[in-house]
């Protein structure tokens, strides 16, 4: 009867354990899988995609199985005609199971094309080819644009001379700080007019009489004075 209820022990616990069948799935899933049929679609055709990336199928790199107070419940009936009648029993009882998976991978295709953008590269470097005096016209386009810098330039500084030169109107109240100017000198004519030299940004001499309030009468350049020999 021991040996009876052993090998019935034994045929239930390797139906419980497969360990051998779970390394088989796993050699199995190891292998390289075929392409999808989305991804074998495209490498058929003439028209090759320019980016393709194929993950064909779903793989789990590890399943854990965790089993706690595994108990399990046997009854055993054996007769031998009307000489051996056997009756035994086992009860298996599991508390806790734990599952744990992990590393799955899921089928994905991605197709990339760039046929359009190729074709308007390509479209734009033989018309460029067929006609190169387009680039001469652009050459030309970035000279005039220099050159109209330079202009702007010139005419700003240009700009704030007569602004300058507009703050210092006869009549016009002095305003040193407004027309850019640097007092150099104050003294008073035989008419109790004042007489100032001024230096400009520029570094020009000027020479501004005003009257006691304030309001200039005339203005006049100073020639530099030549350093002694």
């Given amino acids: 009867m021991s040996k009876l209820l052993t090998g019935a022990l034994t045929a239930l616990i390797a139906t419980l354990a497969i360990p051998a069948q779970a390394q088989d799935g796993r050699s199995k899933q190891q292998q390289p899988s075929p392409a999808s049929p989305l991804a074998q679609l495209a490498m058929a055709g003439s028209d090759q995609p320019d980016v393709l990336l194929d993950i064909p199928n779903l793989s789990v790199e590890e399943i854990t199985l965790e089993v706690e107070n595994l108990q399990a419940n046997i009854s055993l009936d054996a007769r031998l005609a ?3 009648k056997l009756t035994a029993g086992a009860e298996a009882r599991v508390d806790k ?3 744990s998976i992990k590393g799955v991978r899921a089928q994905a295709t991605l197709i990339v094309r760039l046929d359009n953008v190729r074709a308007i590269i390509e479209r734009t470097l033989q018309t460029l080819d067929n006609n190169p005096q387009i680039i001469d016209r652009l050459m030309s386009t970035v000279d005039n644009t220099v050159g109209t810098v330079g202009g702007v330039a010139g005419q700003a ?4 001379g007569g602004v300058a030169m507009a703050a210092l ?3 016009q109240v002095l305003d040193l700080a407004r027309a850019g100017l640097t007092e150099l000198s104050r003294t008073t004519n035989s008419a109790g007019q004042i007489v100032r030299q001024v230096r400009r940004q520029n570094g ?4 501004v009489v005003t009257d006691s309030a304030n309001k200039i009468i005339s203005t006049r350049q100073v020639p530099a004075t030549q350093p002694a020999k």
């Fill in 157 to 160: 500084v240009g700009t704030v």
């Fill in 169 to 171: 109107g006869n009549g």
């Fill in 82 to 84: 009307n000489l051996l």
């Fill in 204 to 207: 020009q001499l000027l020479e």
């Fill in 97 to 99: 199971v734990k599952l």
